[in-house]
């Protein structure tokens, strides 16, 4: 960057002018801003300052949609797949192991294409992904072409945010330095890389379903589903009730889920990810996992479902029953061989 432009200071400006000077910015200031800084024409002191103020802020719907508006406007690759769901996943497990990934499993097993994506690793001492995929013989995609090829042969690929936008996750890997998030973290969940018709998020701090479901309408994003997920990670805690904050054709609207359980169910102690796989295939059973992976999946049947009106949460449940009962057990060996053949052809 040349060190005499200071153009980028004006954002800074805008957020940081004291409690009378200080405002929001517009829609069009925030994707300007946040373009600039994909564009790597943001010095580090600027860039610093500019994530610290939001932090202290707090960003605007208003403000996310053009931050969002930006990121996927940097994106160069266009997907060849028609992919039904986008399923973010950057918060990583600490309490409980990622069933959402058995949720996101049994769609493509049932004919849904989804697109996963997130980070490979972060907070220490929380499980991501990629180290389930390992454990699972899967193969993470390691270039948005090769996501393609697995959506193609098996409905279903983990993309690391590194290999959809290295500029992104170079943000993300901030938080350690600056000690706090930034608005890069809320933003990346609503990427939707592929275009995907539908996408399902989950947040943890309080009021960002909200930010993220406004933020979704003022995108013209047509099918969206936010909640307070499990550790943050967009998946159902079946202990607890929650708002499902939805878009359905560009229309925002609420749904109270119920819990699942009358008691809650204690952390996991041994974390042991082979146990996913297992409960996939019937060799075990979990009580709190397998509602974990049904409630969640009702939620996604609710997005793909083609009516206008979102489904009632009775029947959301029940049709999610009968895709875990009507499961391929072998389908994650099968996923496995085409993953494979995927990287090999």
């Not at 200031?29 to 600039?36: D, L, N, P, S, V």
């Not at 994909?38 to 960003?59: C, D, H, I, T």
Request: proline share 4%.
């Amino acid at each position: 960057m040349n060190t005499s432009d200071h153009s980028f200071s004006k954002y800074i400006q805008i957020l940081g002018k004291g409690r009378r000077g200080a405002r929001d910015m517009t829609r069009e200031e925030a994707c300007e801003a946040m373009g600039k800084i994909l564009a790597g024409e943001v010095s580090p002191v600027q860039l610093g300052a500019f994530l610290m103020l939001m932090r202290v802020k707090e960003e605007t719907a208003l403000e996310m949609a053009g931050f969002v508006q930006a990121a996927r406007s940097s994106l160069a690759y266009v997907s060849q797949s028609q992919v039904s769901l986008d399923w973010a996943c950057y918060a990583g497990k600490r309490r409980q192991l990622p069933w959402y990934l058995l949720s996101a499993l049994l769609m493509a097993n049932h004919g849904y294409s989804v697109l996963m994506h997130g980070v490979g690793e972060g907070t220490p001492g929380r499980v991501y992904v990629p180290q389930v995929m390992s454990v699972m013989g899967l193969l993470t995609a390691s270039s948005m072409l090769e996501a393609d090829q697995q959506l193609s042969a098996g409905k279903f690929a983990f993309l690391p945010l590194k290999c959809i936008s290295p500029a992104l996750d170079s943000l993300l890997e901030l938080k350690p330095v600056l000690g706090l998030r930034s608005p890069v973290h809320s933003l990346v969940r609503m990427l939707n890389p592929f275009k995907a018709t539908a996408s399902i998020l989950g947040i943890f701090h309080p009021g960002y379903d909200l930010i993220h479901q406004q933020a979704g309408h003022f995108l013209g994003d047509m099918h969206q589903a936010v909640f307070k997920g499990e550790g943050g990670e967009p998946e159902r805690n079946p202990d607890t009730g929650c708002t499902v904050r939805l878009l359905r054709f560009s229309g925002m609207m609420d749904q109270e889920w119920e819990a699942h359980f009358n008691q809650r169910h204690l952390k996991d102690e041994l974390m042991d990810l082979s146990r996913l796989q297992q409960v996939w295939q019937g060799e075990r059973e979990d009580e709190y996992g397998i509602e974990a992976v049904i409630a969640t999946a009702a939620i996604a049947v609710t997005l793909v479902n083609d009516e206008g009106d979102p489904l009632p949460q009775d029947k959301a449940l029940a049709m999610a029953r009968e895709l875990w009962s009507s499961r391929d057990p072998y389908f994650l060996e099968r996923l496995s061989q085409k993953s494979k053949g995927a990287r090999n052809g």
